[in-house]
């Protein structure tokens, strides 16, 4: 089940169990940042239609970073909608699926023992988290700075993560869209609010740790995480918490 909200004019997160994405509506036009498990494609199509437009209006389809939770559904709402899948630089092989910077079997099989982490695999599975299929015509940002697409977001490299982990800062509307690089929640996780993944997730935990002073230095008020609810409140508090916690 998901529910979207519209946390600003234009901006809706949706919020899944699993997952979350984010739709930026611009007049007719709508960006959507990540697509969720590959079985939760049927999902965002419901969710653009939710605020009240069609595949068809779908610009641009932008990626926080290329696990499979969030671009699982990249390369077939692409295919539906006509609209680019774009990355940062850095995450670019990652997306096409020429690296690898994700969890392992190995690496989960060795953190099944822990709480929580079992139902999360279970019900992953269900979604499709063990497809590792790239998106084979992702592209890179065409420019540095605000994105020329719905909404206009700001990307800024967050790397640990993954290499090219990108969160995406809507600086008129006071909103960070963080990805995986700071979350609310998860799953796998017992803590509520602000906080990072379990340390299984990273690719690069210090580069993780790191990264939220970039994130800290924005002017938000407003973080869509990646997994969890919405967070209202001044980012760098969030990202303070989050080190605290990590």
Do not use: C
Not at 62 to 78: N, V, Y
Not at 115 to 144: E, K, Y
Not at 198 to 208: S, V
């Amino acid at each position: 089940m998901t529910t979207v909200t519209e946390v600003a004019d234009g901006v809706h997160l949706v919020h899944h169990s699993l997952v979350n994405w984010v739709l930026l509506t611009d007049g007719g036009a709508v960006t959507v940042i990540d697509t969720g498990y590959p079985g939760l494609h049927d999902e965002v199509v419901a969710s653009i239609r939710q605020v009240g437009h069609e595949p068809a209006d779908v610009a641009a389809i932008l990626i926080t970073h290329a696990h499979i939770d969030h671009t699982g559904g990249a390369e077939r709402l692409s295919a539906v909608t006509g609209a680019p899948v774009l990355v940062h630089p850095l995450e670019l092989a990652h997306a096409r699926g020429e690296e690898h910077h994700a969890l392992t079997p190995v690496g989960l099989a060795a953190n099944l023992w822990r709480p929580r982490v079992l139902p999360w695999t279970l019900a992953a599975l269900r979604v499709g988290v063990a497809q590792t299929q790239g998106v084979a015509d992702a592209q890179a940002f065409p420019s540095a700075g605000a994105l020329d697409v719905p909404g206009h977001p700001v990307p800024v490299l967050t790397p640990g993560h993954t290499p090219g982990h990108t969160v995406y800062h809507l600086p008129e509307h006071g909103v960070v869209i963080t990805g995986d690089a700071l979350v609310t929640g998860h799953p796998a996780s017992s803590v509520t609010g602000p906080q990072l993944l379990p340390r299984m997730f990273d690719h690069d935990r210090a580069g993780t740790v790191k990264a939220l002073e970039t994130i800290g230095a924005l002017d938000a008020s407003i973080v869509l995480p990646g997994h969890g609810p919405a967070h209202h409140g001044p980012v760098r508090e969030a990202t303070e918490l989050s080190a605290a916690r990590a």
